[in-house]
Structures are given as structure tokens and as C-alpha cells.
């Protein structure tokens, strides 16, 4: 709420397409709730090897619990396509309180479908809020659109990066069946959240572009993303769901040392996302991209033959690299459409959610046959395949935006 020149109270307006300030407030606000969103499905990669032996499953069917979360991403351009149109932050304010629920619910169920079923509405409350709230964020960025990508991810890779931890020390407190309880900080965040959300309003752009129009000039674009998402995620995977499951079948470390081993790559993992697409608005998204494709496969494939020391330094790196490609993705896409920011990013987030669904499955099937070290190494080498995909990706600087 701000008061103008009459001194009367009025709605907070997101997306003047004349402000071109970063709103510091409003960013750190969406930012702070994808941290405490994230957290909970942070408890996924630790909770899976635990759900995996009391269910005697395989680990391709245990990774197929993961993509019932993924599946709603479908609804993400639908999402996206209202949210350019009328203001859904409550889909924002919600989703903490929503998700924690049903991530706590998930150590009550004793059954595959059970599971399968909360995953499920776990990740329509995920698209719920993932869909309108970088978009949020880029009509609250102004001219920083990076900027302002790297604080919203740097919070939800900080919410995965403490996730793995919170939900061991729960897990060694209360079990499986007793960590239900975290649910109540979602919802008191929510509460917070609805008092600091709920004069903000998003000004649809004036120059929205009709969705018949908007897919033909579109589609090459995410045809690339597509590309170099789909390779990408086989690493990314492999580095931060598979890792405790790896961690213990491969080297014997225990679920609090693997739960270790993950928070220290998310938390390199912050760093980051705190500072790739803020150097990608002076650098230039593509050469930010090539960069980091480039790298973090390499130092993956160093960290399967690493000991001691230099394997913690290698996890550093990895988290730095491996996970800091997505706000930069994401800051392009704001800039490919910024007259339908929402439904672009609910495109984006569909093809990033299926492309990691699959993949968590194929590493998964991948570790059944051949183990979890070949099935890391094939990922690495297959994450290469991403890079020429920068070639061909179209990347529009700050004032020339338009595809094609």
C-alpha cells in the first residue's frame, strides 16, 4: 500500500511498463516465499532412499513418485496465460501453507498410490506458484530483470539447500510418521504473506500479443529450450535428487552425511543463482550459458573419481555452476516476451518440469541397470549435448525482445 499525492491509500502496481526500478520490497517478498516454499520439497531426495527400502521398490519406481510431482506442470502455461490477465499472488501467498501440508502428509501414507496421489496435488500447488510468481518478479524488476532472477532463485535454492538437513534432524527426532508438524510454519508464513502480498496487484501488459499469434512466433524458441533443458536435466538430477540415494549405494555414507552432501551443493547452488543472471544482464545471457553448460558436466565427471577434500571442492563447484543456468533461462525468456511474461515462463516451467520428471526416471531405470556411478557418468556426458543448443537460441538484449 502507498499513499498518493491527495495522501489516500492505494493498490501497489506491478508492471508499469513506464517503472523501470527494481522494488527491492516486493522482490525480496516473492524471493523470501520461494525460500519457505522450496524447503519442502527440498525433504524429497533425503526422504526417497527411506521410502524406496519400506516400500521394497526399485529405483526406477521410487523416482517415478517424483514425476506424479511434475505432472501438473502441464497446467503451467494455462496458469500462466490467466496470470497475464488478472492478478493470482494469492496463488503465491497459498502455495507455502498448501505445500507444506502435503509434504508433511507424505510420511503418513504407507502405499505407493497414496504417495502418488499427494505428490500429485503437491505439484499443482508447485505450478501454482511457480507460474505467476517469476513473472512477479520480472514486472517488479524493472530494467533488472537478472537481477532479479537471481534473488528468486537464490531463495529457493536456499530453501532446497537447508531442505535435506531440516528433514534429517526431523526424520532422526520424530520418524518418518512425526514430521507432519513442520506444516504449521507454511502456514504461518502464508498469513505473513497475505498481509505483505495483498496490495499488490499486477498491471497486465497493454500489448499482450492474442495466444493465436503468440504460438507460431513462439515455438521455434521453445523448441531450442527444449533441446538444452532436456540434456541439462540429466545432470542436474543426478547432482541433487539422486545424490543422497547415490551418496549411500556408491559410498556407504550415511542419510545424515548424503543429506550433508546435498545442502552444500544447494548452498553453493545459492551463490550461484544469487550472481549468474545479475553477470548475465552485463555479459549477455548466451556467452552466461555456454559457461556454465560447458563446466558443470566437466566437474561432475571429476567428482565420481574424487576423494577426500577435493571431492567437497568439486560439490562447490558443481552447485555453482550446475544449478545457477536456470535463473539466466529464465531472465531470457522475461526478455524474449515481456508483453506475456506469465505465459512464457508457464511454457519454460512445463518443459523444465517434464524434462526433470523424465529425467529423474532415466537416471533412476539407468542406476538399476548399470549402477549409480555409470549411470552418473552417462549423465555428465550426455549434459554436453545442451551446449550447441546456445547456438541456435534467439536472445533478445534489454530493448530488442522480440522473437524470431
Not at 522482490?27 to 524447503?39: L, Q, R
Not at 496465460?81 to 501440508?101: H, K
Not at 499443482?124 to 505467476?132: C, K, L, T, V, Y
Request: charged share 10%; proline share 4%; aromatic share 12%.
Amino acid at each position: 500500500m502507498t499513499t498518493n499525492n491527495d495522501g489516500k491509500n492505494v493498490d501497489v502496481i506491478a508492471g508499469d511498463p513506464q517503472d523501470e526500478t527494481f522494488q527491492t520490497q516486493h522482490v525480496m517478498t516473492v524471493a523470501g516465499a520461494h525460500f519457505v516454499h522450496d524447503t519442502y520439497t527440498g525433504f524429497l531426495p533425503v526422504l526417497l532412499p527411506l521410502i524406496r527400502d519400506n516400500l521394497a521398490i526399485s529405483n526406477s519406481l521410487a523416482g517415478s513418485l517424483i514425476i506424479w510431482s511434475q505432472a501438473p506442470s502441464l497446467l503451467n502455461p494455462f496458469i500462466g496465460y490467466i496470470a497475464d490477465r488478472v492478478s493470482v499472488r494469492y496463488f503465491i501467498i497459498l502455495a507455502p501453507a498448501i505445500t507444506g501440508t502435503l509434504i508433511g502428509a507424505l510420511g503418513l501414507a504407507n502405499s505407493y498410490i497414496t504417495m502418488a496421489m499427494i505428490l500429485l496435488a503437491t505439484g499443482i500447488s508447485i505450478a501454482g506458484f511457480h507460474a505467476p510468481a517469476p513473472a512477479l518478479i520480472g514486472q517488479v524488476s524493472g530494467k533488472n530483470v537478472g537481477r532479479g532472477m537471481s534473488y528468486f532463485m537464490a531463495g529457493g535454492e536456499l530453501g532446497r539447500a537447508l531442505g535435506p538437513i531440516i528433514i534429517a534432524a526431523l526424520l532422526a527426532w520424530f520418524g518418518i510418521g512425526g514430521y507432519w508438524n513442520i506444516a504449521i510454519v507454511g502456514w504461518v508464513v502464508s498469513v505473513i504473506l497475505y498481509f505483505r502480498l495483498k496490495n499488490l496487484t499486477a498491471r497486465p501488459s497493454k500489448n499482450q500479443i492474442p495466444f493465436a499469434e503468440l504460438w507460431p512466433q513462439a515455438q521455434n524458441y521453445f523448441l531450442i529450450l527444449l533441446w538444452l533443458m532436456s540434456f541439462r536435466a540429466l545432470l542436474l538430477v543426478a547432482v541433487t535428487i539422486w545424490l543422497p540415494t547415490f551418496m549411500q549405494d556408491v559410498t556407504g555414507a550415511s542419510a545424515w552425511v548424503s543429506a550433508r552432501s546435498l545442502t552444500l551443493i544447494e548452498i553453493a547452488g545459492v551463490i550461484g543463482a544469487l550472481f549468474a543472471g545479475t553477470l548475465s544482464d552485463r555479459t549477455g545471457r548466451r556467452l552466461m550459458l555456454m559457461f556454465l553448460l560447458s563446466v558443470s558436466p566437466v566437474l561432475a565427471l571429476a567428482f565420481l573419481y574424487s576423494t577426500g577434500w577435493i571431492s567437497i571442492v568439486l560439490m562447490l563447484l558443481i552447485g555453482v555452476t550446475a544449478i545457477s543456468a536456470t535463473p539466466v533461462i529464465m531472465a531470457s525468456v522475461q526478455d524474449q516476451f515481456p508483453d506475456n511474461r506469465a505465459f512464457a515462463n508457464g511454457v519454460m516451467l512445463a518443459i523444465n518440469f517434464v524434462t526433470r520428471g523424465l529425467a529423474i526416471w532415466g537416471v533412476g531405470a539407468l542406476a538399476d541397470r548399470i549402477g549409480f556411478q555409470s549411470a552418473f557418468f552417462w549423465s555428465c556426458i550426455l549434459a554436453l549435448i545442451s551446449v550447441p543448443a546456445t547456438f541456435f537460441l534467439p536472445f533478445g538484449n534489454k530493448k530488442e525482445v522480440t522473437v524470431g
